[in-house]
Every structure is written in C-alpha cells, then in structure tokens.
C-alpha cells in the first residue's frame, strides 16, 4: 500500500507503506545508540592521539636539558620538578598508559562498528531504500 503525502506548495510525494515490528524498532534504536557511541569514541581517540602528541614532543624537548637540571611536571593539578631522567621516566610511562588507552578505544571502536555493520545490513535488506543509515560525514 503506498501513501500520498502533499506538501503546502501542492507537490505530492509518494512513500512506501512499510510496517516497523518491534524487533525492528530496537534494532533501529541500538543502530542509533551505537552511532552516537562511536561520534563520543572518535572525538575521546582523537583527544588522547593529541595527548600523546604532546607527551612525545616534550620526550624530544627534555632531550636537549642538562642532566642536573629541574623540570617541572604536571602530575594533576600541580607541578613538580624532577631531574632529567625521572622526568622522561614519567613521561615514559604516561605515554604507554596513552597508547594503552588509545588501543583500547580502538578496540571498542571496532567491536561497535562490527555490531553495527551487521545491523545495517539487516535493516537495508528489510527496508532496502525506504531507510537511511549512512552518516553525514
């Protein structure tokens, strides 16, 4: 059964009649909860690829230090000075926490995305043109 739908400026579109059930219904909303989670990953994978930008930059700044002398460090709110090698310890290990982070997103990322393929592809194949699951980007 097709449905008529006229606008004000007296154009008439012709629309599928398409019954949703239930099981469809959800699966169209975990489709949309799971694209909003990955719009919040890629915005959280790209913050922590620039922190561990910056981390890596001042490993390559300190290099040029003197051994013997002060380098503050922020640690949370405050910062504390540390020789040259305490310092590039610390951030050592603060860039394998980012790196570990930033694998761990991906991991998310991938298991979200394999999820929702699965889904489009379900939903495409019950409602072929009549839905649109493509992003804007």
Do not use: C, W
Not at 2 to 28: G, L, M, P, Y
Not at 52 to 57: D, I, M, T, Y
Not at 71 to 78: A, W
């Amino acid at each position: 059964m097709a449905a008529k739908v006229s606008s004000s400026n007296n154009k008439v579109f012709q629309a599928d009649d398409v019954h949703i059930s239930f099981e469809d219904q959800q699966k169209i909303n975990r489709f949309a909860k799971h694209n909003a989670r990955m719009d919040d990953l890629k915005m959280e994978l790209d913050m922590k690829k620039n922190d561990l930008k910056s981390v890596e930059e001042a490993l390559d700044e300190i290099e040029l230090f003197d051994e013997d002398e002060e380098i503050p460090f922020l640690f949370g709110e405050v910062f504390l000075t540390h020789k040259l090698t305490k310092t590039q310890e610390l951030l050592a290990e603060v860039k394998e926490q980012t790196l570990k982070e930033i694998a761990a997103i991906e991991v998310k990322a991938n298991e979200i995305k394999a999820e929702m393929n699965e889904l489009k592809s379900h939903l495409y194949q019950r409602f072929g043109s009549n839905i649109s699951l493509e992003s804007e980007d």
